[in-house]
């Protein structure tokens, strides 16, 4: 059974940081390329970052030179590193697993919540 575990979200002022984490079970992490989604309120759920099994990234403009894509292997944990917070940042971040050949192997984690207010 595959299991992607979110987890940091939380409440912060603007100009603060938090970092996600997201620990996947149940998929040969090497091989899946992984990702952060976000989802405002009212709003479709957007890509925010992305991070290739071969360690290519990938960033929505918004958050380029803000958040940061990392993945740590022996842990099976991909995070997000999210720096310069703005209130626009609030949203449900999910974490996204898809197989590198296979796009049909596509999970999601359950999401966390991030608000960004003062």
């Known amino acids: 059974q595959v299991q992607l575990v979110e987890s940091g979200g939380g409440l912060v002022q603007p100009g603060g940081s938090l970092r996600l984490s997201c620990a996947a079970s149940?998929?040969?992490?090497?091989?899946?390329?992984m990702g952060w989604y976000r989802q405002a309120p009212g709003k479709q759920r957007e890509l925010v970052a992305t991070?290739?099994?071969?360690?290519?990234?990938n960033y929505a403009d918004s958050v380029k030179g803000r958040f940061t894509i990392s993945r740590e292997p022996a842990k099976n944990t991909v995070y997000l590193q999210m720096n310069s917070l703005k209130p626009e940042d609030t949203a449900v971040y999910y974490c996204?697993?898809?197989?590198?050949?296979?796009?049909?192997?596509?999970?999601w984690g359950q999401g966390t919540q991030v608000t960004v207010s003062s």
């Open positions: 996204n697993a898809v197989h590198r050949r296979r796009p049909e192997y596509e999970y």
């Open positions: 149940g998929i040969i992490f090497s091989i899946y390329n």
């Open positions: 991070r290739t099994s071969g360690g290519n990234t």
